[in-house]
């Protein structure tokens, strides 16, 4: 009686306890879709993800069991000294060229902002996310959770009709070289998503999702669910920015490359699988994708050859000019009206040197750089997180040459999980 009446306590005292991680777990994949994808809530006139900053500032300061030492804030400092670096950089440019373009401020307000939205999402983390493994296993599910939601905005009408009048899904298309806004999501060629998850701006959201992904499928003995992901994500971020290509096939390669590195023969299958969810893919969508979002897929193969953006990219590069002012410290103009950049340029690149030049873009790739050295010395253990974060480098140098785009906000989640929440690197589970 009494080994029946202590498992009978046991199970009364566990139950709660597995709701409660349940219940943490789902909020974790919530406020993940909220911080990744910077979604705007209709009935907030702020940015949900900055929200997630007020519980986190208030863990930070009261939670004792995290044991925040100077050590730890030891990176973070510097990491927020450079971007006051370039804070006070866009400062000095502003006042030479007389400029009333404070573009720099929100690298500081930012830094700030991220650093506690994070904080927050590590403390939900504790006991779900326990390696790197862990880390990229539900960053992989949650992109792939928003790929599937936005094809349902694509699909569905009522849905999208409902999600309209909670999330703000105001968006832009070109008509006779003017931006039209619109509502009605099924105007476009292309899948529209969450949040940043719109044309060129869902660049970072799949990169995040496709290489942790490749991560997932090197390192996870269960990777069934995980190539479904990898199909899903492709397949919708393609479909939302060709570019979105990619960081697809560098996810693909990033998995040749692990498998090649151990010589193990594990390569020869992985290649066979490659190619056979690159068939299934392609035919999934030449079966169920409209015509028009078809043929606007179709102009990617036409652009190589044809009057395209290719051509337009090629141009930039070879006919852009830069006098020597501007060179070195830009003309600290980065917009003109609305929507169109100054010197209508769209190489993100050409967009930082003509807003602070060389210098100003130097300190921003040194920023990247810097967050993503801390990442691969997360765990020195782990061989494979230097080509992870490699291929993701690769991704954020080849999207410049598309457009502006900020994946900082993205490799710091990455980086505060390894020191806040990710207690052992767990390789294979």
């Not at 991560?215 to 570019?243: D, E, G, P, Q, W």
Request: net charge positive; charged share 15%; with cysteine.
């Amino acid at each position: 009686m009494t080994g029946k009446k202590q498992q009978a306590k046991k199970k009364v005292f566990m139950t709660p306890f597995r709701m409660t991680k349940m219940v943490r777990y789902i909020l974790l994949i919530i406020c993940l879709l909220i911080y990744i994808y910077n979604i705007q809530l209709q009935a907030i006139p702020i940015a949900a993800k900055t929200l997630l900053a007020v519980p986190g500032f208030i863990y930070f300061l009261t939670d004792k069991k995290s044991k925040v030492t100077y050590q730890k804030l030891q990176k973070y400092i510097k990491l927020f000294g450079v971007a006051l670096l370039l804070f006070l950089w866009g400062l000095f440019t502003m006042a030479i060229n007389g400029s009333d373009e404070m573009l720099y401020l929100a690298y500081i307000k930012n830094f700030l902002l991220w650093f506690f939205e994070v904080y927050f999402l590590c403390h939900l983390a504790k006991g779900i996310v326990s390696s790197f493994l862990d880390l990229c296993k539900i960053i992989t599910i949650v992109v792939a959770f928003e790929s599937l939601l936005a094809l349902c905005l694509k699909f569905n009408p009522s849905f999208a009709e409902i999600v309209s009048n909670i999330v703000e899904m105001k968006v832009y298309q070109v008509s006779f070289d003017n931006y039209m806004d619109t509502s009605d999501l099924t105007d476009f060629s292309r899948i529209i998503g969450f949040g940043n998850a719109i044309y060129f701006g869902v660049l970072t959201s799949c990169t995040l999702g496709l290489i942790s992904g490749a991560y997932v499928l090197y390192h996870s003995k269960s990777i069934f669910i995980y190539i479904v992901c990898y199909i899903i994500i492709s397949i919708v971020s393609i479909m939302t920015a060709r570019i979105a290509v990619v960081p697809v096939v560098l996810g693909l390669a990033l998995v040749l490359l692990y498998h090649a590195k151990e010589r193990n023969g594990h390569v020869i299958g992985t290649t066979i699988l490659i190619f056979l969810s690159a068939f299934v893919t392609i035919h999934l969508a030449q079966t169920f994708l409209p015509d028009n979002m078809l043929e606007w897929q179709m102009e990617l193969f036409g652009n190589m050859t044809e009057n395209s953006e290719s051509e337009r990219l090629q141009k930039w590069l070879i006919n852009t000019e830069f006098e020597d002012k501007t060179l070195f410290i830009g003309d600290a103009h980065y917009k003109v009206g609305d929507f169109a950049y100054y010197k209508n340029v769209d190489i993100g690149f050409y967009r930082q040197i003509f807003y602070s030049g060389l210098i100003g873009l130097s300190i921003i790739l040194y920023y990247n750089i810097m967050i993503l050295k801390y990442i691969k010395k997360s765990d020195i253990s782990d061989k494979s997180l230097g080509p992870y974060v490699a291929v993701l480098f690769i991704c954020y140098l080849i999207s410049m040459f598309k457009g502006d785009i900020n994946y900082v906000e993205l490799y710091l989640l990455v980086l505060m999980m390894f020191d806040f929440s990710i207690k052992k690197n767990v390789l294979t589970k």
